[in-house]
């Protein structure tokens, strides 16, 4: 009996294909951390209209993008913060999900070795009326999913103004302004990404007050947004820069100026300078672009794949 064999051309031809494009292509991941050094536009072809963006300074060891959902393989300090910008209704397996001020957000800081999956929908999320209620509604409106902690702490809901329809391509959202420290207590201890409590709190809604944390998720956790953010703190207030020792971590200095803020002395501010909005520009428009290469790559996958399951099935 002759061995039937498919053609060395289309094996050529497949290999040629694959090694032009890389990796699955809803696969997204590299030897080390993915590190999101600008906010990312995820899209999904089975929820039409629908798109997700990674905040800048999100952590994860790879991400997977499907038709429905994003998955986030995480390790210890990894930090995830996702929004919908339409105020899209989204489901987590586990961290936070919150909606409000015209949109909704998830976000997962790990300890450990987990994966963080988010399901969008093209149902609204429904902003919570009043300070109570709870129950029906199938999930819409502010939920929190989270694995189980010794303090539970609260997920603190921001308002900020709503960017136009128009605008959605440059995102521009109001930092919250509506948080407040009271009863504070003076910072005393080295805090660092992993830190825990309520002086990780404290300090998360300090940071919301003083503009440097746009993305106002107050966990009691010090994460990779935390961080950021202190890292803005300090070169706001001229206390280090990027590769001073310390540099976005609470050290003695960085704790002095907090506690100066915590006790009301007035701060001394530098001019910092306002960036261009065409920075925000390009980088909307390079998002979209990778995101229609990666589109068409897809399909040139899947029809190399058809191509050759055709001339395998004529040479049988």
Excluded: H, W
């Amino acid at each position: 009996m002759k061995e039937k064999t498919v053609p060395y051309f289309v094996v050529l031809v497949l290999l040629v294909a694959f090694g032009v494009l890389g990796v699955p292509l809803a696969t997204y991941a590299a030897a080390n951390d993915v590190t999101f050094s600008d906010d990312v536009t995820l899209y999904f072809p089975s929820v039409s209209g629908v798109t997700l963006m990674v905040l800048g300074g999100s952590t994860a060891e790879s991400y997977t993008v499907s038709d429905e959902s994003v998955s986030f393989t995480m390790q210890d300090t990894s930090s995830v913060s996702v929004r919908s910008l339409a105020g899209k209704q989204l489901s987590v397996n586990i961290g936070t999900f919150s909606c409000g001020g015209g949109f909704s957000s998830a976000s997962r800081t790990s300890t450990a070795a987990e994966t963080f999956t988010i399901t969008v929908s093209n149902t609204d999320c429904v902003e919570p009326r009043g300070g109570g209620g709870g129950g029906g509604g199938g999930g819409v409106g502010t939920a929190v999913v989270s694995t189980p902690a010794a303090t539970p702490t609260p997920v603190v809901t921001a308002t900020p103004t709503p960017a136009p329809a128009t605008q959605q391509t440059t995102p521009q959202v109001t930092a919250p302004t509506t948080i407040q420290v009271t009863g504070g207590t003076p910072f005393t201890k080295r805090l660092a990404v992993g830190s825990k409590g309520s002086d990780v709190q404290q300090l998360q809604e300090m940071l919301v007050n003083d503009g440097v944390y746009p993305e106002g998720i107050i966990s009691g956790t010090y994460g990779q947004l935390t961080r950021k953010a202190v890292q803005k703190f300090q070169e706001k207030y001229g206390i280090a820069k990027q590769g001073d020792p310390g540099y976005g971590d609470v050290g003695p200095n960085t704790r002095v100026k907090l506690n100066q803020v915590l006790e009301g002395t007035p701060a001394s501010v530098p001019t910092v300078p306002t960036a261009p909005a065409q920075g925000a520009e390009q980088a909307a428009v390079r998002v979209q672009l990778e995101t229609q290469i990666r589109t068409l790559q897809e399909q040139l996958v899947a029809l190399l794949a058809e191509l050759a399951k055709q001339l395998q099935s004529q040479v049988q």
